[in-house]
């Protein structure tokens, strides 16, 4: 008899899709943490982005600071598993 996986598969926030937050092939741990503290500033961002105003200069510097936060946090996995 073959085992019976019936989890549901964990549904990803919006922040932690834009980090890749699963990708880890090393399970490193500091990965993890950089991964989690980038989709924490992400999700701050977003929030912010749907509770104010729909003020276009607004919205564009908050869409730009996540574009930002998506590239520190790429260069940061680079940065501490480059061999």
Not at 23 to 42: G, H, M, Q, R, T
């Amino acid at each position: 008899m073959e085992p019976n996986n019936t989890t549901a598969p964990t549904i990803q926030t919006y922040w932690e899709l834009l980090v890749w937050i699963t990708f880890n092939p090393s399970n490193d741990d500091l990965v993890n943490k950089l991964k989690s503290k980038y989709a924490e500033i992400i999700n701050l961002l977003d929030n912010a982005k749907q509770e104010q105003s729909t003020h276009s200069q607004r919205q564009r510097y908050i869409a730009i600071a996540i574009t930002e936060a998506q590239t520190a946090q790429m260069r940061a996995v680079k940065a501490v598993t480059a061999k």
